[in-house]
């Protein structure tokens, strides 16, 4: 999906008319919901004209260009792909091109460029256009298949060589290289060395655009197959722009740590689905394959039990690299190179609990302060709004003020977008304004109608309709569904039946009764333990709720809003008296309204290709169907 499509001696009529720049804040308003920001469209106004003035002139404007691309399964977008033929052997070729206006960039780490006026170090353009390569490639089967279709290049079109002179020493190769306004000729020679100049490759040129919009795409790399071949072997995800600056921030602490032995907290802040755990764990991996002590923590038992199960199913040794926030009570200050506290916003005020001993209460602290002191490179990866029980304080400023209490050095990234729900640029804005987090609801059909966004959303009119279609969409192409609902059932023991323990089918809407995941510690045959809810495949046909659906994905999700949660008119009602969750249900009303949303914020973002929805409740069953269509 591109917001533009033309060839680029068209293109350039627009830019050198005042108009491309408007023609793309349009479509942008149009298919991204929100728009684009000021800057961005002067970016395209400043940078576009350039580069397509110098495409032109080396000959190539017949090329069809796509303009603000997004990838698969992303939402990022490539600032220009060029269509074409190759010169060489006559098959379509496809170049990624990054526009960049900087004038001046320093280097900062090994793949992150410092530049004047902005806050944060980013990523080296020519690893942007390299990394959206690899992704491409990666997401593409029709191109990977096809060595040598796929170029990137980084076109700094403002910048002399003595502005970024240390940047430009940067490794090149098929997928990245850098050019500048006075390298202006060398990118022109490359370009004609990539695409054919002859005019009868205009009507290629147009086909290998029509191909390149028509491949399939093969769903992004589920995180639980990788785990353990990320920890073990070698590198298998590809991480961009914000994802990449993060990871690169924290090797670089690490390195510092150990040059100069002072202390960096990095805090790592996104939504769901934007590659907090992608990045943990490849985090961990390079880490451990540098010899670095470092371990990965959760608050949540369901996560890292599933972890320890899959990245340590060959070693059990790895298994041990998995902890929970509450085992670093007793923990020797700066005994780890790096502490990696994955789904942060579950940290609690204390490491205290019934199991602690009475000599490890003594010593106990703040947990926040406890998981800081544990190591060089404290790293904590979290979303401020997936706090779903009392007590839980994860968050920015708490983080921030303890490490500055510890004389810490802090850093923050902030990730941008949504790699689970298919990429989708829409189903985010889409979610909060169906559970009155921000803006007006709007119905999904208003919003996919702009575009080809991929993502599925519909209600069911029962339970037993949204069980038989997801079991259709599992059937068709042996994905993964899951149906989750909020907590407004009684959770019973499993009960002897014949002498064998069996689930009760607490959960009862009319005539459809299923039973919840089975309880921690609750053996029950032909059901995987509640901690293996989400990744184990017969867990459909049980109930997931938040805290075995917590930090996991599926393909097909569906969600069951009970009566803990209810339309009323304009707005939502929390409703105490029918939640079942005895912690939630000690929240003072304020804090268990927000509990509530955030906990069906957090079920109807598990999918990664579709979602369906359903309450038993009927004012919201119709608010739902509404929204939903």
């Not at 900062?108 to 990523?123: E, F, G």
């Not at 080296?124 to 279709?149: F, K, M, N, W």
């Not at 090797?251 to 907090?276: E, F, N, W, Y």
Request: with cysteine; net charge neutral; hydrophobic share 40%.
């Amino acid at each position: 999906m591109a917001l533009v499509r033309q060839s680029a001696e068209v293109l350039l009529g627009d830019a050198r008319s005042d108009r491309l720049h408007t023609v793309l804040a349009e479509q942008a308003r149009i298919q991204f919901d929100t728009g684009v920001g000021d800057g961005e469209v002067r970016s395209w106004r400043n940078s576009l004209p350039a580069f397509l003035s110098d495409l032109v002139d080396a000959g190539l404007g017949h090329v069809e260009v796509l303009l603000e691309h997004k990838l698969p399964h992303s939402p990022k977008r490539v600032d220009v792909v060029l269509c074409g033929r190759s010169p060489k052997h006559g098959r379509p070729v496809y170049v990624l091109v990054e526009l960049k206006q900087w004038s001046k960039a320093e280097p900062y780490s090994d793949d992150l460029v410092r530049i004047d006026h902005y806050a944060n170090p980013v990523l080296h353009p020519v690893e942007q256009v390299r990394r959206y390569c690899e992704y491409l490639v990666d997401s593409t089967p029709a191109l990977a298949e096809q060595p040598g279709a796929v170029h990137g290049l980084a076109y700094l079109h403002n910048a002399r060589d003595s502005g970024v002179w240390g940047i430009s020493q940067y490794a090149m190769d098929d997928y990245g290289r850098l050019f500048t306004l006075d390298t202006k000729g060398q990118l022109v020679d490359r370009l004609r060395a990539l695409l054919d100049r002859e005019p009868a490759a205009r009507d290629d040129s147009r086909r290998a655009a029509d191909e390149f919009l028509g491949m399939r795409h093969a769903p992004s790399k589920p995180l639980l197959e990788l785990a353990a071949k990320e920890i073990q072997e070698r590198e298998q995800f590809v991480l961009l722009d914000e994802q990449q600056v993060a990871y690169s921030l924290v090797t670089r602490a690490v390195d510092r740590a150990h040059a100069s032995r002072t202390q960096t907290v990095v805090v790592i802040l996104g939504g769901p689905g934007s590659g907090k755990s992608v990045i943990a764990l490849s985090l961990l991996g390079e880490l451990a394959r540098r010899g670095k002590s470092a371990f990965h923590a959760t608050g949540s038992s369901a996560f890292t039990s599933t972890m320890r199960r899959h990245a340590g199913k060959r070693n059990r040794r790895v298994q041990t690299m998995f902890k929970y926030f509450n085992n670093f009570i007793e923990a020797e200050r700066f005994g780890l190179d790096v502490l990696i506290c994955d789904e942060a916003h579950r940290i609690r005020e204390t490491s205290v609990n019934r199991y602690t001993k009475s000599e490890a209460r003594a010593k106990a602290r703040r947990q926040i302060e406890e998981l800081i002191d544990a190591a060089r490179v404290p790293v904590f990866l979290l979303d401020e709004h997936q706090t779903v029980r009392p007590g839980e304080m994860g968050s920015l400023s708490e983080i921030r003020a303890a490490a500055e209490a510890a004389d810490c050095k802090v850093e923050v990234v902030h990730l941008g977008g949504q790699f689970r729900c298919g990429g989708s640029e829409f189903y985010d804005t889409w979610v909060a304004r169906l559970l009155g987090i921000r803006g007006t609801p709007t119905s999904w059909s208003d919003l996919v109608t702009r575009t080809d966004d991929e993502f599925v959303v519909r209600s069911a009119d029962s339970p037993r309709e949204m069980e038989s279609w997801l079991l259709a969409q599992r059937a068709k192409d042996l994905g993964t569904a899951r149906i989750a609902a909020g907590y407004c059932w009684t959770w019973s023991d499993p009960v002897s039946q014949d002498g064998t323990k069996v689930l009760v089918p607490d959960v009862r809407i009319g005539d459809w009764h299923r039973p919840w995941n089975a309880k921690p510690d609750k053996v029950v045959p032909d059901a995987p333990a509640s901690h293996f809810w989400a990744s184990d495949d017969r867990g459909f046909g049980q109930l997931g709720c938040i805290y075995t659906a917590q930090g996991f994905e599926y393909d097909w999700a569906g969600v069951i809003f009970g009566t803990d949660f209810v339309r009323r008119g304009d707005h939502w009602v929390a409703q105490r008296d029918n939640s079942h969750d005895p912690a939630v249900k000690r929240a003072d009303d304020l804090h268990f309204a927000t509990l509530i949303r955030n906990t069906y914020k957090v079920l109807l973002t598990r999918g990664m290709r579709g979602v369906c929805v359903f309450s038993e409740d009927p004012e919201t069953q119709a608010y739902l169907r509404k929204f939903a269509a």
